[in-house]
T-cell receptor, first 116, second 109 residues
Framework: GAVVSQHPSWVICKSGTSVKIECRSL??????MFWYRQFPKQSLMLMAT?????????EQGVEKDKFLINHASLTLSTLTVTSAHPEDSSFYIC????????????FGSGTRLTVV | KNEVEQSPQNLTAQEGEFITINCSYS?????LHWLQQHPGGGIVSLFM???GKKKHGRLIATINIQEKHSSLHITASHPRDSAVYIC???????????FGKGTHLIIQP
């Protein structure tokens, strides 16, 4: 079945540094990639949607200059958290969709980010 | 009020019991997803529904579009079914998901 590889699984970084999270679709072409985050004991929340070769569309309240999304190929999307702060500590997870799967969604394994 | 509401929030049952988790949504949708999230955070997609009923092994998902309600059932529950079950609504064909808060299920041996 469809697999999305996400890494790193966890990362600890210092406040003010940037962190890049990668999601790769291993056996299908991810025409659309969704990025979500989940704070402790809260629901997953959609951050942004990116289509291959296009600029990402960000949800209200998500700073596009802080959360940089690149979806330059059909198998790779990256989320870079720039100038990370402790309040950015969260669980980030991607989900890939392909037109060929009639919009079934395959999730990555998630990245737990801790900013100290 | 959240667009997607789940109940119960927490559920503890004995092995073998029949489990039902409910989901109500307040927006028009193109599909309703049921997901399973394990303690490490990883998410597995269980079902994608736009109408009727789907079955996979011991899991059954139903949806009533008119009532904007869906249920996930687990028959002959087992401790390995312990996880957080999340329903999520998708408005348009290529839209991201709006998630419920999840149901934390514990199946005791």
């Amino acid at each position: 079945g469809a697999v999305v590889s996400q890494h790193p699984s966890w990362v600890i970084c210092k406040s003010g540094t940037s962190v890049k999270i990668e999601c790769r679709s291993l056996d299908f072409q991810a025409t659309t990639m969704f990025w979500y985050r989940q704070f402790p004991k809260q629901s997953l929340m959609l951050m942004a949607t990116s289509n291959e070769g296009s600029k990402a569309t960000y949800e209200q309240g998500v700073e596009k200059d802080k959360f940089l999304i690149n979806h330059a190929s059909l198998t790779l999307s990256t989320l870079t958290v720039t100038s990370a702060h402790p309040e950015d500590s969260s669980f980030y997870i991607c989900s890939a969709s392909s037109r060929g799967t009639f919009y079934g969604y395959t999730f990555g394994s998630g990245t737990r980010l801790t900013v100290v | 009020k959240n667009e997607v509401e789940q109940s119960p929030q927490n559920l503890t049952a004995q092995e073998g019991e029949f489990i039902t988790i409910n989901c109500s949504y307040s927006v028009g949708i193109s599909a309703l997803h049921w997901l399973q999230q394990h303690p490490g955070g990883g998410i597995v997609s269980l079902f994608m529904l736009s109408s009727g009923k789907k079955k996979h092994g011991r899991l059954i998902a139903t949806i009533n579009i008119q009532e904007k309600h869906s249920s996930l059932h687990i028959t002959a529950s087992h401790p390995r079914d312990s996880a957080v079950y999340i329903c999520a609504a998708r408005r348009g064909g290529a839209d991201g998901l709006t998630f419920g808060k999840g149901t934390h299920l514990i199946i005791q041996p």
